[in-house]
């Protein structure tokens, strides 16, 4: 509804009609569609939602800024619609991102198997995965959203949400890894202790 309301009757159809923003429209409905059936499929029975204030907080906050740098991007975008053409490379390059970072999160998730939860809870049987993807960065789920939130201001190369998503996604998830890693901490001790001493948090050699 907040799209709509900044768009002019014209421009909704423009914009899908556009091969930059048909792509970008697909892929998100895609990245919808597959973090639904994720969900679904590693569900566990045993599982209870989080209702640690601070999570849930923090996830109200984090869907925010996620529609508001969707929405400025798109919004960018059309008003700029004539010249954005010329960053075609740029965008290609979101696209490209944004179709890596579902693969990247679908990875993580399959890897993480019934022990990943949208909620952050650690459950009694809960078990430390070192495997895959795990072996070299904790947390690739977190890594994946914020590259998407990249790759979407790059695909209607716009400044002020690309700001948005390296500065305000970014500093929300690490808090949210924080809370998480705790939890883990107390859950597996020393053997947290030891896994974090060997593996980078998001960046793989890096961070």
């Not at 019934?114 to 430390?128: A, G, I, R």
């Not at 979407?152 to 929300?172: D, H, R």
Request: glycine share 4%; with cysteine.
């Amino acid at each position: 509804m907040m799209l709509v309301l900044i768009l002019t009757p014209k421009q909704p159809l423009k914009f899908l009609l556009d091969i930059f923003g048909f792509s970008f429209t697909i892929i998100i409905l895609a990245w919808i569609i597959a973090e639904g059936l994720f969900l679904t499929i590693t569900k566990s029975d045993n599982s209870l939602p989080t209702t640690d204030k601070k999570v849930l907080l923090i996830d109200k906050i984090l869907n925010i800024v996620t529609i508001a740098i969707i929405t400025i991007s798109i919004f960018d975008y059309t008003r700029m619609q004539e010249i954005s053409h010329k960053f075609w490379l740029i965008n290609t390059t979101g696209i490209i991102l944004i179709i890596s970072c579902i693969i990247l999160r679908y990875i993580s998730i399959k890897t993480l198997g019934k022990f990943f939860q949208k909620d952050l809870t650690v459950e009694n049987e809960q078990q430390l995965i070192k495997k895959g993807i795990y072996k070299i960065i904790r947390h690739p789920g977190y890594l994946a959203i914020i590259l998407m939130l990249i790759g979407t201001a790059l695909t209607f190369s716009s400044f002020w949400a690309l700001l948005s998503a390296v500065v305000f996604s970014t500093i929300i998830i690490l808090y949210r890894i924080k809370l998480e890693e705790t939890a883990l901490e107390i859950k597996f001790g020393q053997e947290y202790t030891d896994y974090k001493a060997h593996t980078y948090k998001l960046i793989p050699f890096i961070y």
